[in-house]
């Protein structure tokens, strides 16, 4: 497991969740990226309508953070740790990242991509496959998403 504890990606969720909880018109997503020791090292919320970016997913702005501040693409060691399940898109992004391993919250059945509905995290056809552990606070992170959409939709 490395140095980075359970009890670490708990608090990395809150940290998310609180992120999500602020995230504006957009879509409360939170992560957090936790370096090799448990530091944080990037964080992000959904910002596709803040920014007009279709590419603005929590995981993508908080992936960006984290190579800034670690000086490179490459995030070795890191968790990255996210309210909803990353979508395919961010799968990619992650895989390419080399992130060691992916803590998230909420199941998405629609668009998951870490074992849900497909499992580009875990593609043995891949050359990076990182550590995935889902459900972790799973019912505050989608009590947050289903809040939000029983007030945005008719």
Do not use: Y
């Not at 505050?140 to 939000?148: G, I, K, P, S």
């Amino acid at each position: 497991m490395g140095p980075v504890s359970a009890a670490a990606w708990e608090t990395a969720m809150d940290r998310a969740l609180a992120l999500a909880a602020d995230a504006g018109p957009d879509v409360p997503i939170g992560a957090v990226v936790l370096g090799p020791e448990g530091d944080v090292v990037g964080q992000g919320v959904n910002r596709r309508e803040a920014d007009g970016d279709p590419t603005a997913h929590a995981e993508i702005v908080a992936l960006r953070e984290a190579a800034r501040a670690v000086g490179e693409w490459r995030l070795e060691g890191c968790t990255l740790v996210v309210t909803l399940e990353p979508c395919t898109m961010c799968a990619g992004a992650i895989v390419l990242s080399r992130v060691a391993r992916v803590v998230f919250g909420a199941w998405d059945q629609k668009a998951g991509a870490a074992g849900s509905i497909r499992d580009v995290l875990r593609d043995s056809r891949l050359n990076h496959r990182p550590e995935v552990i889902g459900g972790v606070a799973e019912e505050r992170c989608a009590a947050l998403l289903e809040d939000f959409f029983a007030t945005h939709r008719g």
